[in-house]
């Protein structure tokens, strides 16, 4: 269930982007959809405000072009990261899959530094 929650988050924030809105609202949220928000903002494709009960403004900046949540569990040794990166990201220059792993929701550039491996639970690029 929270997979799918991600999963329509991110939908929402991809169509509010592809018709060219100023900013999408995140309902319901979850500490998963926050974190995966926070990479996003790290990685310079968003800024978000968390700060109303129960809800996430997004403001939009014109640079995503696709983000999905995997709703299937994928597991990912750490050796394995970049090739999956290979396989799912349409680009070697940009793009980011996160990944929960035992040390928090990371990125797979950090989950890489750190050598850990975990579940994916989507991408952005």
């Not at 009960?53 to 050796?79: F, H, P």
């Amino acid at each position: 269930m929270g997979r799918r929650i991600l999963n329509d988050a991110l939908r929402t924030i991809v169509n509010a982007e592809r018709r060219g809105k100023a900013t999408a609202t995140l309902q319901p949220i979850s500490s998963v959809i926050v974190s995966f928000l926070r990479i996003m903002k790290d990685r310079d494709f968003q800024v978000f405000d968390p700060h109303r009960v129960g809800r996430i403004t997004v403001e939009l900046q014109g640079r995503i072009n696709d983000c999905k949540a995997l709703t299937y569990r994928q597991d990912l040794k750490s050796r394995n990261i970049e090739d999956y990166r290979l396989r799912m990201l349409p680009t070697r220059q940009w793009g980011y899959v996160v990944i929960t792993t035992p040390n928090g929701v990371l990125d797979h550039e950090e989950a890489i530094r750190q050598n850990v491996g975990g579940q994916v639970l989507g991408y952005f690029h």
